[in-house]
């Protein structure tokens, strides 16, 4: 069974913060997704990324793949508010059936 | 461009009623679609997924099924529901090798 443990489970910070979640398997997988999701909300997909040891970065937001594909992190830099919700990666299987990590609580206060 | 829509988004029923909830894509043909159950704050698990009209794919025993009787619509549902089966229910949606796309889900209290 593929797993994909992420962590910190929750993480409180303030403003202005950087911060690093974490998102590791022993399972290897052709790609990896992370979504940010608000309460009531589906998830919404942020990055997809492919190859071993890539890096993509969205504004404030840089991802990064392992060499091996089989773990990923994320790193906020200046967190601000609006980047509060659960953060959730997931990797890619066949037919594209995703294993999603166990989550990411986050919540930047000002 | 596409969308997907799930209804009702929120819906209360008693124990041993019957279940329905409805998932529906637009502006793509043939695509993947899934449903997923998540628990409060965690991460998603899969339950159904289906890559065509009539086929269906569970991915863990339980006390639902899923029907897709047409190429973009898909269908979950329950004969008799179990307080266990309180949650929130995601469908998605996928071609070939692209990411997925969420609704916004449905939360189902059980009482």
């Known amino acids: 069974t593929q797993l994909l443990e992420q962590s910190p489970q929750f993480l409180s910070i303030q403003e202005g913060e950087n911060l690093t979640v974490y998102c590791n398997s022993s399972?290897?997988?052709?790609?990896l997704q992370w979504y940010r999701q608000e309460p009531g909300e589906g998830p919404v997909l942020l990055v997809t990324?492919?190859?071993?040891?890539e890096v993509k970065k969205l504004k404030r937001l840089t991802f990064q793949f392992g060499d091996a594909r089989k773990d990923s992190s994320l790193h906020i830099t200046a967190a601000q508010p609006g980047d509060t919700g659960l953060y959730l990666c997931a990797g890619a299987g066949g037919f594209q059936k995703l294993v999603f990590g166990t989550g990411t609580r986050l919540l930047v206060s000002p | 461009s596409q969308t997907i829509h799930q209804w009702p988004a929120t819906l209360v029923q008693p124990v041993g009623s019957p279940l329905s909830l409805e998932c529906t894509v637009e502006?793509?043909?043939?695509?993947?679609l899934y449903w997923y159950r998540q628990a409060a704050g965690r991460g998603l698990q899969l339950l159904f997924y289906?890559?065509?009209?009539?086929?269906i794919s569970s991915e863990v025993p339980q006390n639902l099924s899923a029907s897709r009787p047409q190429d973009r619509q898909f269908i979950l549902s329950s004969k008799k529901l179990l307080l266990s089966d309180s949650g929130f229910y995601l469908c998605?949606?996928?071609?070939?090798?692209?990411?997925?796309?969420f609704g916004d889900g449905t939360r189902l209290s059980i009482l």
């Open positions: 502006g793509t043909s043939n695509p993947n």
């Open positions: 289906s890559v065509g009209i009539g086929q």
């Open positions: 990324v492919v190859t071993g040891g």
């Open positions: 399972s290897v997988f052709s790609s």
């Open positions: 998605a949606w996928s071609v070939g090798y692209q990411p997925q796309h």
